[in-house]
C-alpha cells in the first residue's frame, strides 16, 4: 500500500544551521506530497506542497523538491531558528483516494 | 485561526463511557476528515464524509461512529472507551472530496481516559 517512511527524530540542531530532514515514499501512480508542521499544543498546519515530478515547494525559507527517480521528497532550510522547533510531517496523496497517509513524523527541536 | 473548530479542547472521562466530539470545517469545505494522533501509532486515519456521505473509512473501531450534517458539521463518537482511546483527535477539512491539495487542521481534542 501507499507510505511514506521519515527520518527518525528527535533532532536536535543551533540556530543558524542547515536541516535536511528525508522523506521517502511508496505510492501507485503519481501523488502529491506534502509537508506539514506541528507546533506544540496546536494541529497540523500545511507547510509546503508539490503536486508533480520536479515541482519544488517553499514556505517560510523551507524547500522541498519532489523527486520522482529516487521517490523522495526531503525538507531543507539554509538556517534554521528557535522558532521552527516542531514536529514535521511529511504525507502523500494518491489521485482518487480519499486521504493522505503522514509519516511518522520528525521531531525538531534548535537550540540557541 | 485555521478556520477548522474543534470542540471540546479537552476531555476527561472514565473508561466505559461515551463521548461526541464536534468539528466544524472551514468556510467553503465540503469534506470533513477524523484523525488519531497517539505516540504509539502516529496519525492513523478513522474516516472522511463528503457533502453528508461517508467517502472512506480508515482505521476506525466499531465502538466509534461518525456522521456529517446537512449544515456540514460533523460529529465522532466514542463509546465504550478504553484507557487506549486516549489521544489527540483531529479534524481537517477540504473542498474537493479527494484532498490533492492537502488540508487544513483543526487543533484537536485531546481526549484523557482514566
Known amino acids: 500500500g501507499d507510505s511514506v517512511t521519515q527520518m527518525e527524530g528527535p533532532v536536535t540542531l543551533s540556530e543558524e544551521a542547515c536541516l535536511t530532514i528525508?522523506?521517502?515514499?511508496?505510492?501507485?501512480?503519481?501523488?502529491?506530497l506534502f509537508w506539514y508542521v506541528q507546533y506544540p499544543g496546536e494541529g497540523l498546519q500545511l507547510l509546503l506542497k508539490?503536486?508533480?515530478?520536479?515541482d519544488k515547494g517553499s514556505n517560510k525559507g523551507f524547500e522541498a523538491t519532489y523527486r520522482k527517480e529516487t521517490t523522495s521528497f526531503h525538507l531543507e532550510k539554509g538556517s534554521v531558528q528557535v522558532s521552527d522547533s516542531a514536529v514535521y510531517f511529511c504525507a502523500l496523496s494518491v489521485q482518487g483516494a480519499q486521504k493522505l497517509v503522514f509519516g511518522q513524523g520528525t521531531r525538531l527541536t534548535i537550540n540557541p | 485561526d485555521s478556520g477548522v473548530t474543534q470542540t471540546p479542547k479537552h476531555l476527561i472521562t472514565a473508561t466505559g463511557q461515551r463521548v461526541t466530539l464536534r468539528c466544524s470545517p472551514r468556510s467553503g469545505d465540503l469534506s470533513v476528515y477524523w484523525y488519531q494522533q497517539s505516540l504509539d501509532q502516529g496519525l492513523q486515519f478513522l474516516i472522511q464524509y463528503y457533502n453528508g456521505e461517508e467517502r472512506a473509512k480508515g482505521n476506525i473501531l466499531e465502538r466509534f461512529s461518525a456522521q456529517q450534517f446537512p449544515d456540514l458539521h460533523s460529529e465522532l463518537n466514542l463509546s465504550s472507551l478504553e484507557l487506549g482511546d486516549s489521544a489527540l483527535y483531529f479534524c481537517?477539512?477540504?473542498?474537493?472530496?479527494?484532498?490533492?491539495?492537502?488540508?487544513?487542521f483543526g487543533s484537536g481534542t485531546r481526549l484523557t481516559v482514566v
Open positions: 481537517a477539512s477540504s473542498v474537493d472530496p479527494s484532498p490533492g491539495y492537502g488540508y487544513t
Open positions: 508539490a503536486t508533480k515530478a520536479d
Open positions: 528525508n522523506c521517502t515514499y511508496t505510492a501507485t501512480g503519481y501523488p502529491s
